[in-house]
């Protein structure tokens, strides 16, 4: 997470405002999309004082932000999370693969998956902003086709006779692998596609 949250920043360098401070690290973009603003507490031991500060100074910002904790410090923060008023989300599972081949990934029958061209991204921000309820005006600000062009960030799409049911990002940074944004559209749950894709993605960055 530190690496891609300091590799995300020098994407978007006039924007993006990094820092990592003893086990808590932050990013802050200038977007209305919050997902986009975060601080995440990387170590359970963390001093809460310094979590504090530096959940109050992206407060201080103005804009929408998500904060992320380890499952073991759900108790922890309390306070700090009514204070800022925010709003606990579904859990985001903590999960690092280190073998492709141990991902026991079954082909979809009909799917078909491709990495998108960088003038292609649109397709992907599309799909991800109907699936995540994002502004496309916002999202493609921030992945934009230079930034696509980059060789470290992979769009791709997964395909049904045609159509775009699937997509996901994957960002290679020094020797990992992250993958972001991974979505299926609603009607089209239930297939597998959203696994595929996902190891599709895993793969790309394996090959890489």
Known sequence: MVSMYAYFATLWPERCVYSNVA??????SGSPI????????????????TVEEV?????????????????ETASHYDQLITRHQLTRDDPVPLMVHFRTDQMN????????????????????LRLVCTI?????????????????????????VG??????????????????AGLFSIGTLAE???????????AACAHLGYSR
């Open 188 to 198: 089209q749950r239930g297939h597998g596609y959203g696994a595929a894709i996902t």
């Open 55 to 71: 959940v109050n100074e992206m407060a201080a910002r103005g804009y929408p932000f998500t904060f992320q904790q380890r499952p």
């Open 132 to 156: 995540f309820g994002m502004d496309f005006a916002e999202a493609a600000a921030f992945f934009t086709p230079q930034v696509m062009s980059d060789a470290g960030v992979y769009a791709m």
């Open 23 to 28: 086990g808590v690290v932050s990013l802050f």
């Open 105 to 124: 990934v079954q082909p979809v029958p009909g799917l078909q998956c491709r990495i998108l061209a960088p003038e292609d991204v649109q397709q992907h």
């Open 159 to 176: 395909e049904v006779d045609g159509g775009i049911v699937s997509t996901g990002v994957c960002v290679l940074v020094d020797e990992w």
């Open 34 to 49: 919050p997902g986009f603003n975060s601080v995440t507490v990387l170590d359970a031991t963390a001093d809460p004082a």
